[in-house]
C-alpha cells in the first residue's frame, strides 16, 4: 500500500505539497509574483496590487544597499537578503560586483567576522542551514551531522565545493575561531557570482574546535565552543575523521582549505593534496594570483628577468607560497636553474631578515628560502635589508600596516632608476595593508609597478590630471575560476602545473587597453568572463597531465587543441574557443526573469520529482 493511502488521498497529498511548492516558489518571487500566482494563493487585497520585473526588485535593493551608512550595516542587509531571496541577491551581486564585492568578502567581511557572534542571530533564519559547525564532540558522530544537513536541504542536492576553515588565522586579524564561518560565506558567494558555480552546491564549514583568543572565550555572546584549541594530534585526528566523512558522503566534493594556522595549513595541504580534490587558496591561490600579476610586471619593468631581486616581508604560509610559485616560473619561462632561481629571494620576518645562521629555529617552512650567502650579515629591520638586498620588486604579506613607509618606498625609487620598482602591498585587510596606492606613487614619481591585497581608489596625478587604476593582487581573480574548473572536470588532484596555467590565463586575459595603461590585471568588471578563461585553462592543462577521466570534456579539449599533449611542463595558459564556451555555458547564473525563474523553481521542488 502507498505510504500516501488510497489514491486519492495521494492525489491530495500531491496537491497540497505543489500548493506548498507554489508558495514557496511565489514568496521568493516577491513583488514580481505573477497575476495567476497571486490569484491561485488567495492573495487579492493582502499584497500591494503593482506587479514588477525583476529589473525594479534590483534597483530598489540596490537603493537600499546604498542608504546604509555603514559597510557592517551594507554587510547585514545583504546577509539577510541572501537568505530570503537567493536569487535577487545573486543577481545583485552580479551586476554590481564592483561595488559589492569589498563588502560580502575583504575588507568588510573582516569587520563582520570580529562581530559575528553578536550579528549572527539576525542574519539568519534559525532553522536554515547555512553550512556546517563542526565541534570535536561532534567529530565522532560526524555521519549524523552530514545527514542533518542533507536532510535540511530542500532538493536533497550534494554539495560539489565547500570552503573549511577553523576560524584560527582569519586574514589578519588573528584566531576568531567559530566567528571565522563569515569567511566560507562570503568565499563561495564569490564562486557563485564570480565564476558561476550553483549557489545550491556550496557547503561553508568551520571546524569549532574551540579559540585560543582571550577576547571571545571572555565574551558572554560568543556562540562558538569555550575552550582552548586542542594540541596538534587531536587536531589532525579530528579533521581527518571530517575530510574522510566528507568524501565518503560527497565523494566528488572540492574541498578548498581556508585560514588554518600557518603549520597547519601546510600539513594538511602536504597530507591530503594527492588524496583528495582539494586546494589551499592561502598558500597555492595567493601564489597564483600574484604569479599572474608578477609575469605582467617583469614584462613592464625594464630588466631582463634574471636580474631581479625580490624581496619578501612576512615569511608565512601565503608569503612562501607565493614565492615558491614565483621560484617555478623562473625556472619554467625563463629556464633559470632552481638554486638560481631560488637565490633571487630574500624573507623579513619579525625578527629581521631570515639566514639560516641568525641563531634561532626556523619553521619548517622558512628553511627553504633561509639565506647561506649572508656570511656575518644580520638584517634585524626591513630598512636595513633594503639597503642589504637592494630589491627590484618588494612584497608584502605582513599584515604590518604601512610597513612600507614613505622612507622604504623612496628608497626604493631611488634604488630602481634605471628601470620601474615593483610594490606588492598583499596584506589585507586595509588596516593590514603595508602601503596604499596613492601612497607608493607619491614616493615613486608614479613610476611604480603595483598590486595590492586590497582594493584602493584610483589615483588622479596632479600635474598631468591623468587617472591611473590599481592593480589589485586580489585572489578572487583565480580562486572562483580554479574552482569552477575543478568542478567541472574533476582531476585526480590539482597539480602545481595546473596553478601556473591559470597565472598563465590570467596574465593572458588582459585586453589591449589594459595593457596600454600599464595595469597589471583585467578591470574587475570583466571577471565572469575571466573566470571561464582562466578555468578552462585548468581544464586544458588538467587533460594534458592525463588527470581528466571525463570524456566529455577529453573530446572537447583534444578536439579543438590538437597540440594537447606537447609542453605538459611548461604551460601557456592558452586555450580555445571551444573549451572556453563550454565552461560558460555551464556556468550558472541566477533566472533573468520571473518566469523562467517559476519554472526553474517548481521543477526542483516539485514532489513528483522527488
Known amino acids: 500500500m502507498s505510504i500516501f493511502g488510497t489514491g486519492d488521498a495521494r492525489r491530495e497529498s500531491i496537491e497540497s505539497s505543489r500548493r506548498n511548492s ?19 494563493l488567495n492573495l487579492k487585497g493582502l499584497v500591494p496590487a503593482s506587479i514588477e520585473d525583476f529589473s525594479k526588485q534590483e534597483l530598489r535593493a540596490f537603493e537600499q544597499l546604498m542608504s546604509k551608512s555603514t559597510n557592517l550595516e551594507k554587510y547585514e542587509f545583504l546577509a539577510i537578503l541572501r537568505s530570503t531571496h537567493v536569487n535577487l541577491f545573486f543577481r545583485l551581486v552580479i551586476r554590481h560586483f564592483k561595488e559589492i564585492a569589498p563588502i560580502i568578502y575583504t575588507p568588510t567581511v573582516g569587520e563582520a567576522c570580529l562581530n559575528y557572534s553578536h550579528i549572527y542571530p539576525f542574519l539568519y533564519p534559525f532553522k536554515s542551514s547555512i553550512g556546517l559547525f563542526i565541534t570535536l564532540d561532534d567529530v565522532n558522530d560526524i555521519d549524523t551531522v552530514i545527514e542533518n544537513y542533507c536532510s535540511s536541504m530542500i532538493d536533497m542536492v550534494h554539495p560539489e565545493i565547500t570552503v573549511i576553515t577553523d576560524g584560527s588565522r582569519i586574514l589578519g586579524l588573528g584566531d576568531l575561531g567559530v566567528n571565522g564561518m563569515g569567511i566560507p560565506i562570503g568565499k563561495l558567494q564569490l564562486y557563485v557570482a564570480a565564476a558561476g558555480l550553483n549557489p545550491r552546491r556550496t557547503l561553508p564549514i568551520v571546524l569549532d574546535f574551540g579559540t585560543n583568543s582571550k577576547r571571545y572565550l571572555n565574551d558572554p555572546l560568543y556562540l562558538g565552543t569555550r575552550e582552548e584549541r586542542p594540541d596538534d594530534k587531536t587536531f589532525y585526528e579530528a579533521t581527518e575523521k571530517v575530510l574522510v566523512a566528507l568524501h565518503r558522503a560527497f565523494p566528488d566534493l572540492l574541498v578548498q ?15 591530503w593534496r594527492n588524496e583528495i580534490l582539494c586546494f589551499n587558496d592561502d598558500i597555492q591561490g595567493t601564489g597564483c594570483v600574484i604569479l599572474g600579476g ?25 608569503g612562501v607560497g607565493v614565492a615558491k610559485q614565483l621560484v617555478e616560473y623562473f625556472m ?20 629581521g631578515l631570515i639566514t639560516a645562521n641568525r641563531g634561532d629555529k626556523l619553521a619548517n617552512h622558512k628553511v627553504y628560502f633561509a639565506r647561506n650567502d649572508n656570511g656575518n650579515t644580520q638584517c634585524k629591520s626591513l630598512a636595513e635589508a633594503l639597503e642589504y638586498v637592494k630589491p627590484t620588486a618588494l612584497i608584502g ?15 626604493m625609487s631611488e634604488i630602481n632608476t634605471d628601470n620601474r620598482p615593483i610594490v606588492f602591498p598583499l596584506s589585507n585587510p586595509e588596516t593590514k595593508a603595508e602601503c596604499s596606492f596613492e601612497e607608493a606613487m607619491r614616493c615613486t614619481n608614479n613610476r611604480v609597478l603595483f598590486a595590492s591585497g586590497t582594493a584602493f581608489p584610483e589615483y588622479v596625478i596632479p600635474e598631468t590630471g591623468e587617472e591611473r587604476v590599481p592593480g589589485q593582487g586580489n585572489n578572487m581573480y583565480v580562486f572562483p575560476a580554479i574552482g569552477l574548473g575543478a568542478v567541472l572536470c574533476k582531476p585526480t588532484h590539482i597539480t602545481d602545473t595546473m596553478f601556473y596555467a591559470v597565472s598563465k590565463a590570467l596574465a593572458n586575459s588582459l585586453n589591449s587597453e589594459e595593457k596600454k595603461l600599464g595595469e597589471l590585471y583585467p578591470r574587475i568588471e570583466r571577471i565572469r568572463h575571466v573566470a571561464a578563461e582562466l578555468a578552462a585553462a585548468l581544464i586544458v592543462q588538467a587533460v594534458r597531465e592525463g588527470l581528466v577521466h571525463d570524456k566529455h570534456w577529453l573530446e572537447i579539449v583534444h578536439g579543438s587543441i590538437p597540440d594537447i599533449a606537447e609542453n605538459k611542463d611548461k604551460p601557456d595558459g592558452r ?23 517559476i519554472v526553474e523553481a517548481m521543477t526542483t521542488i516539485d514532489p513528483e520529482d522527488v
Open 22 to 40: 507554489m508558495e514557496l516558489v511565489g514568496t521568493k518571487a516577491g513583488t514580481a509574483m505573477p497575476a495567476e500566482m497571486r490569484h491561485a
Open 257 to 271: 582549505f581556508e585560514d588554518f594556522s600557518t603549520d597547519h595549513a601546510f600539513g594538511l595541504l602536504d597530507k
Open 294 to 318: 608578477f609575469i605582467s610586471a617583469v614584462e613592464q619593468a625594464g630588466i631582463p628577468a634574471q636580474n631581479h631581486r625580490i624581496l619578501f616581508v612576512g615569511a608565512g604560509s601565503a
Open 332 to 351: 619554467v619561462e625563463h629556464e633559470i636553474p632552481e638554486d638560481k632561481a631560488k637565490a633571487m629571494f630574500w624573507f623579513v620576518d619579525s625578527r
Open 397 to 411: 604579506l605582513s599584515t604590518v600596516y604601512k610597513a612600507f613607509n614613505e622612507k622604504i618606498l623612496t628608497r
Open 575 to 597: 586555450v580555445s574557443r571551444r573549451v572556453v564556451g563550454e565552461v560558460k555555458t555551464l556556468m550558472w547564473s541566477p533566472p533573468s526573469s520571473v518566469e523562467q525563474y
